[in-house]
C-alpha cells in the first residue's frame, strides 16, 4: 500500500484579518447535463415579488437584498456550473490561491444561506439544490474514488512524517513504526453499503485554471480545458504558507509534473503509483450539519419539514463519516505519544480523542497498482474548528442521528469533550488559546518539558501552521464562538453560557463603532503564557494565560460572524449590551453596501510575496499542465504565470518594481453569505427595527474629563481620569498614544506598558457606549517614561536546534536574560549570532519560528560582517519590536527559535562558525553570540 503525505494545512481557509455567467457542462454527468440545482436557482425574481412565509421586517428585507445579490448571474459568484466561487475576483491569494477556485467552506455557507432563505421565503427548493451539487462535485463520486473498496481497516495507512520544514520534503515513508487499528470502517460499510467515503474535499479548481481537468464523476486526469476540477495545495509541513506551496492534482496519473507526477515532492518512497486523494476540512461539513439543522427546525415550522428531509438524511449521513476527525492521524493511543516507535497503536477506541481536527483524508491506487486504499485522522485540534451545536444535533436530534451504531455516543462525548477543550483554552482575558496535539511537530516527538495537557495531549499556541501562526486571527475566534453561542441558543447550556459570557465581554470591549460609521474589532492576537494541565475535576484558572490585541481591522466576513456570535448569545441570555452592539456593528458595515454586496477595500502588503521562491528539491524537475516548468529557484509567480493576464496584475506588478501596495475591494462568497445571515437572524432573533434608522441610540458619551498621569516607570505610564456620562450608560473607554489606539478599560484608569526609557508620549482617552457611539478624544496629557537602571546588564543563552554540520540552514535558539536591576526596554536590544556563508548565494532568508514573546515582535536579518574575522563571513542580526515591551529585572525571554539559509538552499559547513556550539539540547551561556543596548556591546566578544 501506498500512503501518500497529506495536506498538513488542508483547511486553511481564509485567515486574513480576513464569482460567472451560464454555460458549461461536467463530462462526468454525460453531454449536455450542466451541475444542476444550484444553477436552477441562481437567478430567482426580485425579492419583492416573492411570497415570505414569516412577517417582513427591515432586516428581513436587507437579508433578501443580499441574497439577491449574491444569486444574481450578473454579478459572478457562481461559476457555469453552478458552484460558488470562493470570490468573484480573480487575483486573490489567501488559502486558496485564485479567486474561481472553491472550498468546501465556500460550500458550507451556500447550504447554511439557502436554509435561511427557506425560513424567510418556504421555497426549499434552493436549500435542497445546493446539496445536490455538492453530492455530484465537492462530495466525490465514486469514480473519483473508485478503488475504496480496497480499503484495509486493519491498516489504514503507512506511517510518514512531518516536518517542521519546507526543505525537508519529500518525507520517506515508514512501514517500521506501527499503526493502529480503524474501528469505525466496518459499520461505515454496512450502514451505507459501500466503502467510499461521504465527506467534502475542501478545494476545487472550478475554472480549471492549473489545467489538471480532475473533473468529478470521471476519476481521470483531463488536462486544459473549461468546467471544474478538483485540486489540492498544502502537503509540506508547518512552516509552508500559501506563498510556498506547489499545487498538485488530486487524481494523479503522471501526465504532468516529473516521471512520477507530483508524488515525489511530497513523498519519499521506492517506486510511485498512479493515485487519487481527497482531503476533508472537518469544520466545513460541521457547519453543513449545523445548516441542515436550522433547515429541519425551520421547515417543520411551516409544516414542510417533508421537503427537506432528503437532505438532512445526507446532513446526518456527512456527520457519520465525519468522526474520522476524532481519531490520531496513524490510528495510535491519544495522549503520552511522544516517540513514532513507542508510541501504541491504538486499538478500538484508544486513538479517539474526540475533538474536531485539522482534517481527514483517504486515497487509493487507479488502474495500476494492485488496489489499495488509505484514510487517516489527525492529531492536531484547534479551538477554531470545534463545533459543539454539530456535535449536540448529531447526538440528541433524531432526523440527524446518523445511521452507524456508534455514531450517537461518540458524537455525546464530542459534545462534552469538545466544552471541556474550550474551556481549558480561555485565556484571563476571554480569549480562546489555539489548541492541543497528539503528535508533536507532526512526528510523534517529546514535548518541552512542563508543557501543558489536555488528556495527555500537550498544548499548542499554534497548532498545524505557522506561517503565519494559525490562531493569531481574530477569524478563528468568532468563527468557534459563533457555533457555541448557537449551541447556546438551542439549548441554554450552562458550560457553553459560562465560556460565552467570558468571550462576549472581552470582544465587546475590544469592538469599537463610531458615530461617524466607522468600525473595528481584534483582527491580529498575541498570545503568553500557557493554560493549566487540563483537570476535569477542578479546571484550573490559567491564570498565566493572556492574549493581547496586536492591531485590529474592519473585515466584513469576520464582522459578520461576531454579530451572529453576539446576536445568539443576546436573545438567549437577554443582554441588551450584546445585542446593542451587534446592530451597531451590523448597521455600521451594511453602509458598505455595493451592487455586489457588502465589502471594504483592504492593502495586500503581502502580495510582495508573488516572486518568494517555493523550494523544490535539487534534482526535481517537471511541467505544469501549461508548461510552467518547476524546479528548483522558482517563484510563486513562475508556477502560476497566468497571473500576469489577469486584469489586475499591473497593481500587483508595481507594488513588486517598487510603487503603492496594491488595495483591492474583494467580494469573497463566504464573507458575502455570512453577511445576509447575519441580517437574518438579527431580523429573526432581536427585532424589525429599521436598520440604521432614528429609533437608533445615536448620541454618543460625554468625553472624558481630567486625563492626567498618575505614575511612570522606564517602561510603563499610568493614566486615570473623570467618568463620562451616557443617555443610556458608557461601557468602555478607549486609550491612545500618540493617536493609535493601545489599549481600552472598563473603568477610569489605564496602564500602558512595553515602553522605550527616557521617551515622551501623548495620550488622549475617548469613551463609547453599548451602542458603539464614540465621543471625542479627551484633551491630550504628555507622560515622559524613566531612564530605569540596569539596562545593559544582560546575558545570552544559546541552544543549537540543528546537529548537523553540513546542511541548508542554520538553526540557533537564542534565550536572553536581564541581569540587571531595572527593566530593559527590548526595543533597545540587538544579537549577533556570527557564522560563515561559504560557497553559494550570497544573499539569506531569515525565520522566526518560534519566540515565547511572540515570533511578530521579534526582527532579524543577514548582514555582511566585513572582511579579516574567523569563521565570521555574516551575522544574523536580531532585534524586537516595541511590541515586545521590557524585560524585568531577572526576567527571561523565553525560548526563541531562529533559522536562516542561503536563498539557493546551498549546505553551509557550520563546523568553524565563531557563535555555533554543539549543545544537545540545553541553554547554555553564549559568550560569542555578542549583545547590544543602544549599539554598545553589553555582552559577549565579538570575532
Given at each position: 500500500m501506498h500512503a501518500p503525505r497529506t495536506p498538513d494545512e488542508s483547511a486553511r481557509l481564509s485567515r486574513r484579518s480576513f464569482t460567472t455567467a451560464a454555460g458549461g457542462a461536467l463530462v462526468a454527468l454525460g453531454a449536455g447535463q450542466a451541475l444542476a440545482g444550484a444553477t436552477a436557482h441562481a437567478a430567482q425574481a426580485p425579492a419583492g415579488d416573492r411570497a415570505k412565509a414569516v412577517a417582513a421586517t427591515p432586516y428581513t428585507d436587507a437579508f433578501l437584498a443580499q441574497y439577491?445579490?449574491?444569486?444574481?448571474?450578473?454579478?459572478?459568484?457562481?461559476?457555469?456550473?453552478?458552484?460558488?466561487?470562493?470570490?468573484?475576483?480573480?487575483?486573490?491569494?489567501?488559502?486558496?490561491?485564485?479567486?474561481?477556485?472553491?472550498?468546501?467552506?465556500?460550500?458550507?455557507?451556500?447550504?447554511?444561506?439557502?436554509?435561511?432563505y427557506g425560513r424567510v421565503t418556504g421555497d426549499w427548493a434552493p436549500f435542497n439544490g445546493a446539496w445536490e451539487t455538492a453530492e455530484r462535485s465537492i462530495i466525490p463520486p465514486h469514480a473519483d474514488q473508485a478503488s475504496s473498496g480496497s480499503y484495509n481497516p486493519g491498516s489504514p495507512a503507512t506511517y510518514a512524517p512531518e516536518h517542521p520544514e519546507v526543505s525537508s520534503y519529500p518525507s520517506q515513508l515508514d512501514p517500521g513504526v506501527p499503526v493502529g487499528q480503524d474501528p469505525i470502517a466496518a459499520e461505515l460499510a454496512s450502514a451505507y453499503g459501500t466503502m467510499d467515503v461521504y465527506g467534502m474535499h475542501w478545494l476545487m479548481d472550478l475554472d480549471n485554471v492549473y489545467g489538471y481537468g480532475n473533473t468529478p464523476g470521471t476519476g481521470g486526469q483531463n488536462g486544459p480545458g473549461p468546467g471544474a476540477s478538483f485540486i489540492n495545495s498544502y502537503q509540506r509541513g508547518s512552516q509552508e504558507s500559501v506563498w510556498e506551496t506547489i499545487p498538485q492534482p488530486t487524481t494523479d496519473l503522471f501526465e504532468f509534473?516529473?516521471?512520477?507526477?507530483?508524488?515525489?515532492?511530497?513523498?519519499?518512497?521506492?517506486?510511485?503509483?498512479?493515485?487519487?486523494?481527497?482531503?476533508?476540512?472537518?469544520?466545513?461539513?460541521?457547519?453543513?450539519?449545523?445548516?441542515?439543522?436550522?433547515?429541519?427546525?425551520?421547515?417543520?415550522?411551516?409544516?414542510?419539514?417533508?421537503?427537506?428531509?432528503?437532505?438532512?438524511?445526507?446532513?446526518?449521513?456527512?456527520?457519520?463519516?465525519?468522526?474520522?476527525?476524532?481519531?490520531?492521524?496513524?490510528?495510535?493511543?491519544?495522549?503520552?505519544?511522544?516517540?513514532?516507535?513507542?508510541?501504541?497503536?491504538?486499538?478500538?477506541?484508544?486513538?479517539?480523542?474526540?475533538?474536531?481536527?485539522?482534517?481527514?483524508?483517504?486515497?487509493?491506487?487507479?488502474?495500476?497498482?494492485?488496489?489499495?486504499?488509505?484514510?487517516?485522522?489527525?492529531?492536531?485540534?484547534?479551538?477554531?474548528?470545534?463545533?459543539?451545536?454539530?456535535?449536540?444535533?448529531?447526538?440528541?436530534?433524531?432526523?440527524l442521528t446518523p445511521k452507524s451504531p456508534t455514531a450517537k455516543s461518540d458524537w455525546?462525548?464530542?459534545?462534552?469533550?469538545?466544552?471541556?477543550?474550550?474551556?481549558?483554552?480561555?485565556?484571563?482575558?476571554?480569549?480562546?488559546?489555539?489548541?492541543?496535539?497528539?503528535?508533536?511537530?507532526?512526528?510523534?516527538?517529546?514535548?518541552?518539558?512542563?508543557?501543558?495537557?489536555?488528556?495527555g495531549m500537550p498544548y499548542d499556541w499554534q497548532p498545524v501552521y505557522h506561517d503565519p501562526p494559525s490562531n493569531n486571527w481574530f477569524g478563528f475566534q468568532v468563527w468557534g464562538m459563533e457555533r457555541v453561542a448557537q449551541y447556546y441558543h438551542a439549548t441554554g447550556n450552562a458550560d457553553a453560557g459560562a465560556v460565552l459570557a467570558k468571550w462576549v465581554a472581552w470582544a465587546s470591549a475590544e469592538t469599537t463603532v463610531g458615530a461617524d460609521g466607522s468600525y473595528r474589532f481584534p483582527s491580529t492576537l498575541r498570545w503568553t503564557g500557557a493554560p493549566d494541565t487540563w483537570n476535569a475535576a477542578n479546571p484550573g484558572a490559567n491564570a498565566g494565560l493572556h492574549v493581547d490585541v496586536v492591531d485590529y481591522a474592519d473585515d466584513v466576513g469576520v464582522g459578520a460572524a461576531?454579530?451572529?456570535?453576539?446576536?445568539?448569545?443576546?436573545?438567549?441570555?437577554?443582554?441588551?449590551?450584546?445585542?446593542?452592539?451587534?446592530?451597531?456593528?451590523?448597521?455600521?458595515?451594511?453602509?458598505?453596501?455595493?451592487?455586489?454586496?457588502?465589502?471594504?477595500?483592504?492593502?495586500?502588503?503581502?502580495?510582495?510575496?508573488?516572486?518568494?521562491?517555493?523550494?523544490?528539491?535539487?534534482?526535481?524537475?517537471?511541467?505544469?499542465?501549461?508548461?510552467?516548468?518547476?524546479?528548483?529557484?522558482?517563484?510563486?509567480?513562475?508556477?502560476?504565470?497566468?497571473?500576469?493576464?489577469?486584469?489586475?496584475?499591473?497593481?500587483?506588478?508595481?507594488?513588486?518594481?517598487g510603487g503603492a501596495a496594491p488595495v483591492f475591494t474583494y467580494h469573497r462568497f463566504w464573507a458575502q453569505a455570512a453577511l445576509a445571515l447575519a441580517l437574518a437572524?438579527?431580523?429573526?432573533?432581536?427585532?424589525?427595527?429599521?436598520?440604521?434608522?432614528?429609533?437608533?441610540?445615536?448620541?454618543?458619551?460625554?468625553?472624558?474629563?481630567?486625563?492626567?498621569?498618575?505614575?511612570?516607570?522606564?517602561?510603563s505610564v499610568a493614566l486615570a481620569w473623570t467618568a463620562s456620562t451616557d443617555n443610556v450608560r458608557v461601557t468602555a473607554y478607549d486609550v491612545y498614544r500618540d493617536g493609535t489606539p493601545v489599549g481600552s478599560a472598563t473603568s477610569t484608569s489605564f496602564t500602558d506598558t512595553g515602553l522605550s526609557a527616557a521617551t515622551a508620549y501623548s495620550y488622549t482617552v475617548t469613551a463609547r457606549d453599548a451602542a458603539g457611539n464614540a465621543s471625542q478624544p479627551s484633551a491630550a496629557v504628555r507622560a515622559t517614561t524613566g531612564t530605569g537602571t540596569g539596562t545593559g546588564a544582560v546575558k545570552v543563552e544559546y541552544?543549537?536546534?540543528?546537529?548537523?554540520?553540513?546542511?541548508?540552514?542554520?538553526?540557533?535558539?537564542?534565550?536572553?536574560?536581564?541581569?540587571?536591576?531595572?527593566?530593559?526596554?527590548?526595543?533597545?536590544?540587538?544579537?549577533?549570532?556570527?557564522?560563515?556563508?561559504?560557497?553559494?548565494?550570497?544573499?539569506?532568508?531569515?525565520?522566526?519560528?518560534?519566540?515565547?514573546?511572540?515570533?511578530?515582535?521579534?526582527?532579524?536579518?543577514?548582514?555582511?560582517?566585513g572582511g579579516g574575522k574567523a569563521g565570521a563571513t555574516h551575522y544574523l542580526e536580531v532585534g524586537f519590536t516595541a511590541g515586545a515591551g521590557s524585560l524585568a529585572a531577572g526576567?527571561?525571554?523565553?525560548?526563541?527559535?531562529?533559522?536562516?539559509?542561503?536563498?539557493?538552499?546551498?549546505?553551509?559547513?557550520?563546523?568553524?562558525?565563531?557563535?555555533?556550539?554543539?549543545?544537545?539540547?540545553?541553554?547554555?551561556?553564549?559568550?560569542?553570540?555578542?549583545?547590544?543596548?543602544a549599539g554598545s556591546p553589553v555582552w559577549g566578544t565579538e570575532p
Open positions: 439577491e445579490k449574491i444569486k444574481d448571474p450578473a454579478n459572478g459568484y457562481f461559476s457555469p456550473d453552478g458552484i460558488p466561487y470562493h470570490c468573484v475576483e480573480t487575483l486573490i491569494v489567501e488559502a486558496p490561491d485564485h479567486g474561481h477556485q472553491t472550498t468546501s467552506e465556500a460550500f458550507s455557507f451556500w447550504i447554511w444561506l439557502e436554509a435561511a509534473g516529473g516521471p512520477n507526477g507530483y508524488l515525489d515532492l511530497f513523498v519519499g518512497d521506492a517506486s510511485y503509483a498512479r493515485q487519487w486523494k481527497y482531503t476533508n476540512a472537518p469544520d466545513a461539513d460541521a457547519r453543513a450539519v449545523q445548516a441542515a439543522y436550522w433547515a429541519l427546525t425551520w421547515a417543520r415550522a411551516q409544516g414542510n419539514e417533508g421537503l427537506v428531509s432528503e437532505s438532512v438524511a445526507r446532513a446526518a449521513k456527512m456527520g457519520d463519516y465525519l468522526r474520522y476527525a476524532m481519531f490520531d492521524k496513524y490510528f495510535k493511543q491519544i495522549g503520552d505519544c511522544d516517540s513514532p516507535t513507542g508510541c501504541p497503536a491504538g486499538t478500538g477506541r484508544t486513538s479517539q480523542h474526540y475533538l474536531l481536527s485539522w482534517y481527514y483524508a483517504w486515497g487509493g491506487s487507479t488502474g495500476s497498482g494492485g488496489g489499495w486504499a488509505w484514510r487517516i485522522g489527525d492529531g492536531a485540534s484547534h479551538q477554531g474548528y470545534q463545533n459543539p451545536f454539530a456535535a449536540w444535533a448529531l447526538s440528541t436530534v433524531p432526523e455525546a462525548k464530542s459534545l462534552t469533550r469538545q466544552l471541556e477543550f474550550l474551556r481549558w483554552l480561555q485565556s484571563t482575558e476571554g480569549a480562546l488559546a489555539g489548541g492541543c496535539t497528539n503528535s508533536w511537530e507532526g512526528q510523534y516527538g517529546a514535548p518541552p518539558a512542563g508543557t501543558p495537557t489536555f488528556y461576531l454579530v451572529m456570535t453576539l446576536v445568539y448569545y443576546a436573545a438567549r441570555a437577554a443582554d441588551a449590551d450584546a445585542a446593542a452592539l451587534a446592530k451597531a456593528l451590523l448597521d455600521a458595515m451594511a453602509a458598505h453596501s455595493d451592487g455586489k454586496g457588502i465589502a471594504v477595500p483592504e492593502t495586500r502588503r503581502d502580495y510582495n510575496r508573488f516572486d518568494d521562491e517555493v523550494y523544490v528539491p535539487a534534482g526535481w524537475s517537471g511541467t505544469s499542465p501549461h508548461g510552467d516548468p518547476i524546479a528548483p529557484g522558482v517563484t510563486f509567480i513562475e508556477l502560476r504565470s497566468w497571473y500576469r493576464e489577469d486584469p489586475d496584475w499591473e497593481k500587483v506588478q508595481t507594488y513588486l518594481d437572524a438579527y431580523g429573526e432573533l432581536l427585532g424589525g427595527e429599521t436598520p440604521g434608522g432614528p429609533g437608533d441610540d445615536t448620541e454618543p458619551p460625554t468625553v472624558p474629563g481630567g486625563l492626567r498621569v498618575t505614575g511612570t516607570t522606564a517602561s541552544r543549537n536546534n540543528d546537529q548537523a554540520v553540513t546542511d541548508n540552514q542554520i538553526k540557533p535558539g537564542l534565550r536572553i536574560v536581564n541581569t540587571g536591576g531595572g527593566a530593559l526596554s527590548l526595543s533597545t536590544l540587538t544579537l549577533r549570532y556570527w557564522f560563515s556563508g561559504e560557497s553559494g548565494a550570497a544573499t539569506y532568508s531569515t525565520w522566526c519560528d518560534y519566540a515565547q514573546l511572540g515570533a511578530a515582535n521579534v526582527t532579524h536579518r543577514v548582514v555582511a560582517a526576567a527571561s525571554t523565553g525560548d526563541i527559535q531562529l533559522r536562516l539559509n542561503k536563498t539557493d538552499w546551498s549546505a553551509f559547513d557550520e563546523s568553524d562558525d565563531y557563535s555555533r556550539a554543539a549543545t544537545t539540547g540545553t541553554y547554555i551561556d553564549a559568550p560569542r553570540v555578542v549583545a547590544y543596548v
